[in-house]
């Protein structure tokens, strides 16, 4: 050893203790992965689940952050565009998400951590969850096995990511059911939980820390402006100016909103969605009960039926340039969809697609009365035509009022 370097060792033995102890004190990382198969308002979902978990820990005084995952290119994502490992700031806001709980982007944790992961967590259900009669919250650690394929995570387009260990768990109950495998743990900065979607809502729907998450959940300025726009272009309704998801001025837009869930959805659900013919019929019903001229429709329905559909009066639809796509991607024109949707007059939406679910929470967010929002289509009944007060209609989750802090930003 060189001389010179011997005071640089010295000083390094001495100090490591303390800095070890900075580690151990300093903040924590939770990441977490879904099922590379579900939708985008499914993974929506999920983010509250996380923010919710992460809330809980740091009630606990230790200093964790959740780390938002890039999105990959979901199934519906269809438009033949880029659209893998994007950001969360392509559709949300993210100072108000942060303002409910500390978060960073993937590529800034990976510059705190040095591309490293102490821990991965794989989970999966238990085979029989009414083992001995009961459900009950519980975890147990198992055998990775085969599972190592299954675990859902490709690094996020950076193979240059670690992961220094790896368990597997068995999982059932709330999302606070991982806390004992969490907290106070000296050696570990960092825990990825894959699968989360196992994990289930700490208060689903009609408890507080749902709506809080969920009204921090801003759209993307550039999102909103757009559908700002069409709706003033369209309809000559000018929302108005103000923060968040203010209560929009003078009830709504002067249109009707309908959700059309088409594609996939019909093959799981063809009995809840109605033809062509039977929306119109309904749509139009709508338009002289209500008074109403004008319809928006947001659907993932090829054009060809979005043509067919014009025999409704007054419909129209935002449809994005291919320079638009680019800016918006699949996902912004979904949220731009919704956005436009959360300020009709009158919603329909389609059975329980989480899609028209998002749109209803939406408007719930701003005040908008129930009868105006927990509506859908229904199907054709042989020998009847589809009439939208015949059917099983969504179940109503009455909102929790929450205090978020004021966002002038905004």
């Known amino acids: ?117 102490d821990e991965l967590i794989h989970t999966r259900p238990f085979e029989d969850p009414f083992e001995g009669g009961h459900w009950v919250e519980k975890t147990q650690e198992v055998g990775c096995g085969n599972h190592g394929n299954e675990m859902g995570w490709d690094t996020w387009g950076h193979p240059e990511v670690r992961v220094r260990r790896v368990r597997c768990m068995a999982v059932q109950g709330r999302t606070d059911v991982m806390k004992l495998h969490l907290l106070n743990r000296a050696n570990v900065r960092s825990v990825l939980i894959t699968m989360f979607q196992n994990l289930l809502h700490t208060d689903y729907g009609s408890g507080a820390l749902y709506w809080a998450a969920r009204g921090s959940m801003v759209y993307a300025q550039h999102l909103r402006d757009a559908g700002n726009h069409f709706m003033m272009t369209s309809f000559g309704y000018d929302r108005g100016q103000g923060v968040g998801r203010e209560a929009p001025t003078s009830g709504g837009g002067p249109f009707i909103a309908v959700h059309l869930r088409r594609r996939d959805y ?126 099983e209609q969504p179940t109503y989750w009455p909102m929790v009022e929450v205090t978020t802090p004021p966002r002038e930003d905004l």
């Open 1 to 117: 050893m060189r001389i010179e370097t011997l005071p640089r060792v010295l000083i390094f033995c001495a100090l490591w203790p303390f800095a070890f102890a900075l580690h151990e004190a300093g903040t924590k990382y939770l990441l977490y992965t879904v099922n590379p198969g579900e939708g985008f308002n499914l993974c929506r979902d999920v983010y509250i689940r996380a923010a919710n978990l992460v809330k809980s820990l740091r009630q606990d005084d230790e200093d964790w952050v959740l780390v938002l995952p890039p999105w990959p290119h979901l199934y519906h994502w269809t438009s033949p565009i880029d659209q893998q490992w994007l950001p969360w700031d392509n559709f949300f806001h993210l100072p108000s998400m942060a303002a409910y709980i500390p978060s960073v982007s993937f590529d800034e944790f990976r510059r705190i951590t040095s591309n490293r992961i």
């Open 266 to 391: 019909l093959v799981a659900h063809g009995d809840v969605v109605p033809s062509l013919q039977g929306v119109a019929r309904q749509v139009n019903r709508m338009r002289s009960f209500l008074n109403i001229s004008h319809v928006f429709l947001a659907t993932d329905a090829p054009r060809s039926e979005k043509e067919l559909l014009q025999i409704i009066d007054g419909l129209v639809w935002f449809e994005p340039t291919l320079d638009d796509l680019q800016l918006y991607m699949d996902g912004g024109v979904a949220i731009i969809d919704q956005w436009i949707s959360a300020h009709s007059r009158h919603f329909v939406g389609t059975g329980d697609s989480t899609f028209s679910f998002r749109i209803r929470e939406d408007r719930q967010l701003m005040g908008f009365s129930r009868e105006s929002t927990f509506n859908s289509l229904c199907g054709d009944k042989p020998g009847e035509e589809g009439d939208i007060i015949n059917c």
